[in-house]
């Protein structure tokens, strides 16, 4: 089955910048989205069609795809940003699929 | 404002069925993909299923960890998704997500969620 690798963990000073990858074979062909998910709450979408922000999303969150692997990139990390985040795309049956997700630690 | 409200959680023996709810406000529910998606204790995210629209021929699309088990279906007139889990297994625990599907697909809209927990 199709499968979304992240890394387990990134960590990350306050006021730099984090980077979260997500590779898959598919993602050439396919779109990834990301979400935000903190503790006890519902995950939020924060990127969509790998670079599009949602209103309200801040300006500090970023997507970028580059053959197998898309990057989620928050700029000015601030301590409300630690959590966890998840990528997500579609297999070739157009079948949704997540990846493991990451958890973002800010030092 | 879109909201999503889940329903019908609770704990369930293994082997038994349980139908969960969610009604949507703030949104023409009839023009929308509906989905459901999992969380298990300290687990990530699992896409379970999800339902087209009417328009897209209102057919579903399941996991293949709960195809055949589970069903959804959809009453547009009362802006009702549900999710029907039949021969549940002590893995189906999880706190279950109730979620617009944009196009894409992606999930633009969340509920908080309810727990099942199967257990004897």
């Known amino acids: 089955s199709y499968e979304l690798t992240q890394p387990p963990s990134v960590s990350v000073s306050p006021g730099q910048t984090a980077r979260i990858t997500c590779s898959g074979d598919?993602?050439?062909?396919?779109?990834a989205y990301w979400y935000q998910q903190k503790p006890g709450q519902a995950p939020v979408l924060v990127i969509y069609?790998?670079?599009e922000r949602p209103s309200g999303i801040p300006e500090r969150f970023s997507g970028s795809s580059s053959g197998t692997t898309v990057t989620l990139t928050i700029s000015g990390v601030q301590a409300e940003d630690e959590a966890d985040y998840y990528c997500?795309?579609?297999?070739?049956?157009?079948?949704?699929?997540f990846g493991g997700g990451t958890k973002l630690t800010v030092l | 404002e879109v909201q999503l409200v889940e329903s019908g959680g609770g704990l369930v023996q293994p082997g038994r069925s349980l139908r969960l709810s969610c009604t949507a406000s703030g949104f023409t529910f009839g023009d929308y993909a509906m989905s459901w998606v999992r969380q298990a204790p300290g687990k990530g995210l699992e896409w379970v299923g999800f339902i087209r629209s009417k328009a897209y021929g209102g057919t579903t699309e399941y996991a293949a960890s709960v195809k055949g088990r589970f069903t959804i279906s959809r009453d547009d007139s009362k802006s009702i998704a549900y999710l029907q889990m039949n021969s549940l297994k002590t893995e189906d625990t999880a706190v279950y997500y109730c979620t617009r599907l944009g196009e894409g697909p992606y999930f633009d809209y969340w509920g908080q969620g309810t727990l099942v927990t199967v257990s004897s």
């Open positions: 997500q795309s579609a297999d070739s049956s157009g079948l949704v699929v």
């Open positions: 598919a993602l050439p062909k396919q779109y």
């Open positions: 069609k790998d670079s």
